[in-house]
């Protein structure tokens, strides 16, 4: 089996370390280079959480590039929340990686994404795990790149207008909806969505995620830590919040997007369609509409995920964290 070229893009936050994790394990892949964008956090605390999971997963030789700090338009200073604490990771490691800005890369992710993809035309797989900003600075830069890369998976977005950070919106495409119009608009390489209602409606039991944090590992160990007071990770507190929608279980979000690329076989059911992103409204703005009868007249359709064979994506995850 041929080697699969990945480019990571990522606000780098608890799941998004976890999903990671997964992409260093999965065999048959190389992750050639991790892109930061703002989001969970600053760009800059992205950074060190991205050296910091790089560590741990023993693959420091990966080349990390600081991308946007903010959307394409406004500023974070109203965006920017603690889902997963001030620092991305919980708000539990004394020192996550100090050395961060001597090993950054000086290149800007926008530009390294576009020369990556350049050098390796129809081989590089780009995963996006958080808001979409570097991925439309690109295609602005350069409308060549996304006919270059391979394919395309996203985390974000949502099917049936339920929101996680507004009524209507999904976090990651609400915290950019401009830069996620012009991604689903501009992007006509195959494309790949796990939505937040997807990783609802395929959560795993709590009982696998006691036991996913227990294995006598660095990675196990780590993942333990930072989940350990973060309330996104507390079956008390989203039996108030996401359980009232979806019912209980543990969620990795990220990790959906992130199996389903290693992973063909992880998907069980998804549909073909346009999609559009809403840029207007008070409620709606960043919300994903599903064309599902013709009637915004594109001719490029994505693939959004449903279901899931949820025993595939546990072996995943439990692999990950062996090392």
Not at 49 to 56: D, E, G, Q, R
Not at 124 to 153: C, I, Q, R
Not at 287 to 307: C, E, I, W, Y
């Amino acid at each position: 089996m041929s080697e699969k070229l990945l480019v990571i893009d990522t606000d780098c936050g608890i799941d998004d370390a976890q999903a990671i994790l997964v992409a260093l394990a999965a065999p048959n892949v190389r992750v050639v280079a991790v892109t930061c964008v703002f989001g969970n956090s600053s760009v800059d605390n992205v950074c060190q959480n991205v050296f910091k999971v790089l560590a741990v997963g023993e693959r420091g030789q990966i080349p990390v590039f600081r991308g946007s700090a903010g959307p394409l338009l406004g500023t974070t200073t109203d965006i920017l929340c603690d889902h997963f604490g001030s620092d991305g990771l919980g708000d539990v490691l004394e020192e996550r990686y100090p050395q961060w800005e001597e090993k950054i890369q000086a290149e800007h992710a926008v530009t390294a994404m576009v020369r990556l993809v350049a050098e390796n035309p129809k081989q590089v797989t780009l995963v996006a795990l958080g808001p979409l900003t570097n991925l439309a600075l690109a295609v602005k830069m350069d409308p060549s790149f996304p006919g270059n890369l391979k394919e395309l998976y996203i985390m974000g977005g949502n099917m049936e207008g339920a929101g996680n950070l507004t009524p209507c919106s999904e976090f990651n495409f609400a915290m950019d909806p401009e830069a996620a119009y012009v991604v689903l608009e501009e992007f006509l390489c195959p494309t790949y969505l796990a939505t937040w209602e997807y990783a609802c409606r395929n959560a795993l039991s709590w009982e696998f995620f006691e036991e996913l944090t227990s294995q006598d590992t660095v990675a196990s160990r780590f993942m333990k830590t930072i989940t350990s007071r973060c309330w996104a990770y507390s079956r008390e507190a989203l039996s108030k919040k996401r359980d009232v929608h979806f019912g209980p279980g543990f969620v990795s979000f990220d990790s959906y997007a992130v199996a389903a690329c290693v992973d063909a076989g992880v998907v069980a059911e998804s549909v073909r369609c346009p999609v559009r992103v809403e840029l207007q409204g008070a409620m709606c703005r960043g919300m994903m509409a599903l064309d599902r009868v013709g009637s915004l007249n594109k001719q490029h359709s994505v693939t959004v995920f449903t279901k899931c064979h949820k025993d595939r994506l546990a072996r995943l995850l439990v692999e990950s964290l062996r090392h």
